[in-house]
């Protein structure tokens, strides 16, 4: 049985498009999962693979039912190709689940059908009842978390949304995770060198976040942006966000003053959109693995919301600088062990706001 990766067939995760009947996977962590009573399947899957070298390629990951390991990790390295999902000698009912591990700016996943050596399609797996959205840079990502050291340079095959913080926070708490999430990016600036004299500010994350998928989006349908899709926040109602922003505004922020203002006040103008995007959700602002610069403007940025906006529903979590003793991942990055460490004080302050076991 053949069939195109719709809602009606699939359990879409994260921001999607769906564009002429395939379905573009960007995202960190961004999957379909479907269920089928057979012994095999694949997926067709086109990719702009010869737009990278072999170290930005995309990377997908594929999961058997509740497994928390992948039975086997793709790299997408031709631009389309048929891939072998899941094969058994015994015929019985699975899930598949189809995961993209590296981000959104690396390497397309853009699936164009599912094929299965049966015609038992079963519904799509359930939604989970707890619903979160979580908005970051490359710590969110994973970036360089199976490195082996600070040394290694950055390689998509290094990265899993699925050891980062977020979605172990996600796995925890038995929460479903969209993760906007994006390497270098910031409120008023993107990671910049020591020596520059001006913030990189193109696509930053206020911009990222109201569309659907803005690096999918310029792919397929240029620079145009009046083609591009808008984002409907009625997609996915979290009941929780949380946002890890501020590490790569520090490049440019630095200890002065201006810039550090700068940054606060555009962070608050992020979260009251934010806000009007979500009225009814729980807010969790959190910085400080990697740099610490800016904590002090986002925790005054909740205090301001909590002050002029009157919103009750904005909280603030200092997280720890990461520890030279649980070793670094690619580029300085958190290791694993960072991760996990920061994932129990994120699963612990959750908690508390929401009230969940």
Known sequence: MKFQATEQNVKVTGRTLFVE???????????????????????????DADAWDETLKGQIAVYVDDSPEPIRRICLDTEEKVYLLYESEQEKSVTITLMKYSE????????RYVETDTDRLCPP?????RRMEIIGDSITCGYGVEAENELQPFHTAQENPTKSYSLLTARALGAEANLVSWSGNGIISHYVEE?????????????VYRYTDIAGSEKLFGTDESKWEKWDSSRFVPDIILVNLGTNDCSWCKDIRERKSCFG??????????????????ILCMLGTMDQRVLEEVEEAVQTLAETQK?????????????????????????ALTQEKTAELVVKEVRRIMNWQ
């Open 21 to 47: 009947g395939t379905r573009y996977l960007s995202y960190s962590g961004s999957s379909i999962a479907f269920t089928f009573e057979g012994r095999k399947a694949v997926a067709a899957i086109w990719s």
């Open 125 to 129: 797996p359930a939604a989970g009842e």
């Open 104 to 111: 959104a700016p690396f390497g397309m996943c853009g699936i």
């Open 265 to 282: 006040d555009r962070y608050v103008e992020f979260v009251i959109e934010i806000r009007k995007k979500n009225p009814e959700a729980q």
């Open 195 to 207: 020596t520059a004299t001006e913030p990189r500010d193109e696509r930053l994350m206020p911009e």
């Open 311 to 335: 919103d009750e529903k904005v909280h603030f979590l200092s997280l720890p600088p990461q520890n030279p003793e649980d070793g670094y991942g690619a580029d300085w990055h958190p290791s």
